[in-house]
């Protein structure tokens, strides 16, 4: 097979190198392009490499007929829908790491440059005046930095920061205090360290929570004379606010790299302002960077579109090739059991909960609820449901999705067990894999019996009568149908019963009918898996 690549925008000579070397790809490369010009060029391309700034909305993924992957050569996502994305099963995938250190190297000259007015001493110099007083710099050591977000990049700022002596402050939701320990940070909410730092860094990722969060009311809380630094995303600050903070001297300084429209518009009155550096996004851009950030992305993009690894994927349930291939039976055992609930369940399924057992399925609650979902789903919507975009559909679908424990279960070793609720009902299956992988569905509701979950399964509640099953399988023998396997589970003798009947062809609907007026059948369900 031959993958079709479309690049929009510059990437290394080492990343195209490694993709003119691969003898089952395609590529093209084509800049410049809008929302509207991408969305005409996007069918046909099974991968897609972009920068940031390239827009890839719904439109342009509406459009994409055989997209799989899109590749982001850098962080951030922000420039992708990636909620569209995962419902059409497009893979997300980026290169958190390769810029990491050029963005953390150039955050600090920006801090440099701001405390002792580079720039402007430079400009100054070239223009002949020799003006010292004029740009009377300050110190970092001994001052206050606080860095919102201690990510990959936030870390080495902080590391770099404490080599100057300086004291850091830490906001990040997801900051372990064992991490802020090892980081040697103090980890505190924004308020303090809005009103506790000299200088402050931005290293969030931008989402709906942290667009223009640096706005009017978080410079007031600011402590008086602040430096800003952002070289992460523009749209985290309010730019009107910002600029009404450096006129009013609020805000001492800000250094910049990113703005939230990209080019920064020439009547932009930070370009007009002494207390203010901007340099055109420049904190990915050294030759090390490039080179990685090239690679990455297309050995990210290749693998993916091969089936060989998910790193780095945004919304994936598994990144980990390896451990894909080691939880494949049981993700497959996962799908069958979720088919199973769609196909015996006698409502649209409202609720499912998951319970996982067992040391080789410890941890993976995850990628298993996910698998469920898939087998839940490909029933009613026959294709396109896949990992990304299972769980995306389940909850356009309104179901609730929990993991649980305490479900009533058999014991084995290793065990999935799933709970669905239907208005009015609700129904439990477990199933676990015996020797050499071999996949059993070994409980539904209170029955428990061996069953092989593959082909066409007749499954029938019923009352346990002597001969029940001879007059079944007289009225299959009659009519053609061989029997592969009949399993049978019961509470008590003469209660009530339920049987699992491995066909080897479909059974018609007129032969099921039949069996429904035989007194002891209660109900009867065709299931294929």
């Known amino acids: 097979m031959t993958y079709r690549i479309l690049i929009t925008d510059d990437l290394s000579p080492e990343g195209l190198a490694l993709l003119e070397a691969a003898d089952d790809v395609h590529f093209d490369v084509v800049k410049g392009l809008t ?70 190297e150039h955050t600090m000259a920006l801090l440099l440059a701001l405390c002792r007015h580079v720039p402007q001493a430079y400009i100054s110099l070239k223009g002949g005046e020799w003006a010292r007083k004029k740009f009377m710099g300050i110190q970092l050591y001994r001052k206050t930095i606080g860095i919102i977000g201690m990510g990959r990049i936030g870390a080495r700022v902080a590391l770099r920061c404490q080599s100057f002596g300086m004291d850091v402050l830490a906001y990040d939701p997801y900051l372990s205090d064992e991490i802020a320990h090892d980081l040697k940070v103090k980890p505190v909410d924004l308020a303090e360290l809005y009103a506790q730092s000299d200088f402050i860094s931005l290293h969030a990722a931008l989402t709906g929570q942290t667009e223009k969060m640096i706005d009017a009311k978080a410079i007031a809380q600011m402590k008086d004379g602040v430096h800003l630094i952002n070289a992460a995303r523009g749209a985290l600050i309010d730019e009107a606010a910002l600029v009404a903070g450096l006129r009013s001297g609020k805000i001492a300084g800000a250094a910049l790299d990113v703005f939230a429209e990209e080019p920064l518009a020439p009547d932009s009155p930070l370009l007009k302002m002494d207390n203010v550096i901007v340099t055109p996004h420049l904190a990915a851009s050294t030759v090390e960077a490039q080179q990685d950030v090239g690679t990455q992305i297309v050995e990210q993009i290749l693998d993916t579109l091969r089936g060989r690894d998910y790193r780095n994927a945004i919304n994936m349930p598994i990144v980990d090739a390896k451990l894909l291939q080691q939880l494949r039976p049981y993700l497959n055992l996962a799908e069958k059991v979720g088919s199973l609930q769609t196909q015996l369940a006698e409502d649209a399924v409202q609720r499912v909960e998951v319970e996982i057992k067992g040391e080789e399925l410890a941890d993976q609650i ?11 789903l490909e029933p009613v919507l026959h294709e396109g449901v896949n990992y990304i975009n299972a769980p995306h559909l389940a909850r356009q679908r309104g179901m609730v999705v929990s993991q649980t424990s305490g479900l009533p279960a058999p014991d084995y070793p290793n065990l999935i067990s799933c709970r669905v609720v239907w208005t009015g009902g609700s129904r439990t299956v477990a199933a676990t894999l015996f020797h050499d992988n071999e996949p059993r569905l070994v409980q539904i509701d209170e029955y428990h019996f061996d069953v092989r979950p593959e082909g066409q399964i007749l499954v029938m509640g019923n009352h346990d009568r002597p001969g029940f099953i001879g007059r079944v399988g007289t009225v299959l023998g009659e009519h053609g149908i061989n029997i592969a396997a009949w399993r049978y589970g019961r509470t008590h003798p003469y209660g009530l019963a339920l049987s699992f009947i491995r066909l080897d062809s479909d059974i018609p609907d007129e032969v099921i009918s039949i069996l429904l007026d035989y007194e002891p059948v209660i109900w009867i369900k065709k299931v294929q898996l």
């Open 35 to 104: 929302p509207a010009t991408l969305t005409e060029r996007i069918p046909g391309y099974d991968g897609l490499i972009v920068r940031s700034s390239v827009r890839v909305t719904e439109e342009v993924l509406a459009a994409a007929d055989r997209l799989k992957v899109v590749g982001r050569a850098g962080v951030g996502v922000d420039n992708i829908d990636v909620g569209t994305a995962s419902m059409r099963g497009v893979i997300v995938t980026n290169t958190p790491g390769a810029n990491t250190i050029a963005t953390a």
């Open 366 to 376: 995850k990628p298993i609820t996910v698998a469920i979902l898939k087998g839940l």
